[in-house]
Antibody, heavy 115, light 107 residues
Framework: QVQLKESGPGLVQPSETLSLTCTVSGFSLTSYGVNWVRQPPGKGLEWMGTIWNDGSTDYNSALKSRLSISRDTSKSQVFLKMNSLQTEDTAIYLC?????????WGQGVMVTVSS | DIQMTQSPSSMSASLGDTVTITCLAS??????LSWYQQKPGKSPKLMIYGATNLEDGVPSRFSGSRSGSDYSLTINSLGYDDEGIYHC?????????FGSGTKLEIK
């Protein structure tokens, strides 16, 4: 069945770079787009960006200067890298399949930005 | 960016009640509006898309409607399983944006 699972560090120092991995199963990255969405504590969801089935990407303009999404189709993995992290980047980071409607989601990974 | 103003931010209702959650779009989004349910500790689940269309497997107790730029999610015959956070989401244009969420508690 379709599954997505995020992994990465739970704690990141301010000004450092966040690296997360979304490992998918049950579908091919060459057939579906995958998105990164984040949820700060007590706040709403924020769409961060999409990597399309052809490997092209689109980013939320608010994050575009700091954000990079890539993939390794042979490993069924999608990667997120975001630099210059600040405390306001503390959030649950989720990957989700599909665009513009998200039909399958990962469980999310909590990332805290703190020294 | 399109702002989605969602209300209320939280609500409490009793078993069997009917509740309505609303989202106001800052500009025209047509019917490009979906609703997600997020149960405690879980990831969001798509419930309604195209403002009024029920996703497969979603109980008919859930319904979506639109009046101009106001979008509503109505849940009839509330059960404990309906507890969670509900998010509206516009997918009319980039960047995709969400409402701030409504936390629904069942008394």
């Amino acid at each position: 069945q379709v599954q997505l699972k995020e992994s990465g560090p739970g704690l990141v120092q301010p000004s450092e770079t966040l690296s997360l991995t979304c490992t998918v199963s049950g579908f091919s990255l060459t057939s579906y787009g995958v998105n990164w969405v984040r949820q700060p504590p007590g706040k709403g969801l924020e769409w961060m960006g999409t990597i399309w089935n052809d490997g092209s990407t689109d980013y939320n303009s608010a994050l575009k200067s700091r954000l990079s999404i890539s993939r390794d189709t042979s490993k069924s993995q999608v990667f997120l890298k975001m630099n210059s992290l600040q405390t306001e980047d503390t959030a649950i980071y989720l990957c989700a399949r599909g665009y513009p409607l998200f039909d399958y989601w990962g469980q999310g990974v909590m990332v805290t930005v703190s020294s | 960016d399109i702002q989605m103003t969602q209300s209320p931010s939280s609500m409490s209702a009793s078993l069997g009640d009917t509740v309505t959650i609303t989202c106001l779009a800052s500009q025209d989004i047509g019917n490009y509006l979906s609703w997600y349910q997020q149960k405690p500790g879980k990831s969001p689940k798509l419930m309604i898309y195209g403002a009024t269309n029920l996703e497969d497997g979603v109980p008919s107790r859930f319904s979506g409607s639109r009046s101009g730029s106001d979008y509503s999610l109505t849940i009839n015959s509330l059960g404990y399983d309906d507890e969670g956070i509900y998010h509206c989401h516009q997918y009319y244009e980039y960047p995709l944006t969400f409402g701030s969420g409504t936390k629904l508690e069942i008394k």
